[in-house]
């Protein structure tokens, strides 16, 4: 597709449950980002990929979060055990290379996750 | 650690003013620096970005920005707004000789632009 990709554009679940939010980077980007924005705030920094590996996941907030990126393309964040302070827009963001385009990322339209 | 502190968190002006957004970041290491601009319904897009060379970058929409290093700040300006300007937009930086190369967002300004 033109763009980055994610699914479900709507998540809404009770607390406790699990749920797996997908992204679809843009053709040919090797680098993924997942932020979480939450409401009034900016985006923030979860976790990266370069290619299949998690380069940095600083950002995770405890271990109920975690993600993947198995075929070095989509990826899934998946959180277990959901507490209401986990809602918030999942964001995804992917980027060609590094070095060259100075990290420009390309955000995806993001997932909004309802914990009830 | 880096941050990145916007002013202004609601800005509303008249259709043809002049806008001009506050951002200064802390660190003190060669950075990148971006402007990302959310309209209403729509995901984050790229406005503009500072990664080297002349200070004074300009984006889409007419929009510009100018590093200042010995302020650490990265103002956005535009001479006349427009309605359409009504958005979120968000400071950010980011350091190129990190590994991680994950962005950092300020808090956002919200602009609403009365027609």
């Known amino acids: 597709g033109a763009g980055v990709s994610q699914t479900p554009s709507n998540k809404v679940t009770e607390k406790g449950k699990y749920v797996e939010l997908r992204c679809d980077p843009i053709s040919g980007h090797t680098a993924l980002y997942w932020y979480r924005q939450s409401l009034g705030q900016g985006p923030e920094f979860l976790i990266y990929?370069?290619?299949?590996?998690?380069?940095?996941d600083s950002g995770l907030p405890n271990d109920r979060f975690f993600a993947v990126r198995p075929e070095g393309s989509v990826s899934t964040l998946k959180i277990q055990r959901t507490e209401r302070g986990d809602s918030a827009v999942y964001l995804c963001a992917s980027s060609p290379s590094l070095a060259r385009t100075g990290n420009e990322q390309f955000f995806g339209p993001g997932t909004r996750l309802t914990v009830l | 650690a880096q941050s990145v502190s916007q002013h202004n968190h609601h800005v509303i002006l008249s259709e043809a003013a002049s806008l001009e957004l506050g951002c200064n970041y802390s660190y003190g290491g060669t950075v990148n620096l971006f402007w990302y601009v959310q309209y209403p319904g729509q995901h984050l897009q790229l406005l503009l970005k500072y990664f080297s060379g002349d200070p004074l970058v300009k984006g889409i929409k007419g929009f510009e920005a100018e590093f200042i290093k010995s302020k650490f700040s990265f103002n956005l300006r535009k001479p006349s707004v427009q309605w359409s300007d009504t958005a979120e937009y968000f400071c950010a930086v980011n350091d190129p000789h990190s590994s991680a190369s994950k962005i950092i967002f300020g808090s956002g300004t919200r602009l609403s632009i009365r027609p």
């Open positions: 990929f370069q290619g299949t590996g998690a380069a940095d």
